[in-house]
C-alpha cells in the first residue's frame, strides 16, 4: 500500500511540475508577444525624442508633426511617461493642371519613455508647440553641481 501512496505523490508532484514549467513558458511567451507588438508599433511611427536631464528636471522632448494637441494622451509615473496620440494626416501635391497626389496616414502612435532618475509626476509642465510636444519633470533628488577649476 505504501509503494502505491509514494506513486501517486511521484505522479502529483511531477504533474504540478510540469503545470509550473507550462505556467512559466506562457509567461514568456506573453512578454515575447508583448515586445513584438511594442516593436512594430514603435516601428510603424516612432517620432523622433530627445531626453534631457538638468540639475533639477528631466526634459522629455518628442517630435509629432501633424498631430493636434488635443489628440495627445499623457500618463506618467515617477519613472516613464507614456505617450499616446491620435493621428490622421492627409498630404496632397498637385502638380499643374491634373496631376494630384494624395498621401494619407492615420492611426495611433505609442511611444514610452523611462526616465533615468525618478521624478515627481505631479509637477510635470508640458507645452505643445509647432509639433514638438516638451514634458519637465522634477527630479526626486536634486543635485548640485559645482565648477571646478583645473589647476
Given at each position: 500500500m505504501n509503494k502505491r501512496n509514494d506513486r501517486k505523490k511521484t505522479i502529483l508532484d511531477r504533474k504540478g511540475l510540469v503545470e509550473k514549467m507550462l505556467e512559466e513558458t506562457a509567461k514568456t511567451i506573453d512578454s515575447i508577444k508583448y515586445d513584438i507588438e511594442k516593436s512594430v508599433i514603435d516601428y510603424t511611427f516612432l517620432p523622433g525624442k530627445d531626453i534631457i536631464e538638468t540639475d533639477e528636471s528631466i526634459i522629455v522632448r518628442v517630435d509629432l508633426p501633424g498631430i493636434k494637441k488635443e489628440d495627445i494622451d499623457l500618463?506618467?509615473?515617477?519613472?516613464?511617461?507614456?505617450?499616446?496620440?491620435?493621428?490622421?494626416?492627409?498630404?496632397?501635391?498637385?502638380?499643374?493642371?491634373?496631376?494630384?497626389?494624395?498621401?494619407?496616414?492615420?492611426?495611433?502612435?505609442?511611444?514610452?519613455?523611462?526616465?533615468?532618475?525618478?521624478?515627481?509626476?505631479?509637477?510635470?509642465?508640458?507645452?505643445?508647440?509647432?509639433?514638438?510636444?516638451?514634458?519637465?519633470?522634477?527630479?526626486?533628488?536634486?543635485?548640485?553641481?559645482?565648477?571646478?577649476?583645473?589647476?
Open positions: 500618463k506618467l509615473t515617477e519613472t516613464n511617461l507614456k505617450i499616446t496620440a491620435n493621428f490622421d494626416i492627409t498630404q496632397e501635391i498637385e502638380q499643374g493642371n491634373y496631376i494630384t497626389f494624395h498621401d494619407r496616414k492615420s492611426g495611433v502612435m505609442r511611444r514610452s519613455v523611462r526616465f533615468p532618475k525618478k521624478v515627481i509626476p505631479q509637477e510635470a509642465e508640458a507645452t505643445f508647440e509647432n509639433g514638438i510636444l516638451t514634458v519637465e519633470v522634477p527630479k526626486v533628488e536634486k543635485t548640485e553641481s559645482f565648477t571646478l577649476e583645473i589647476k
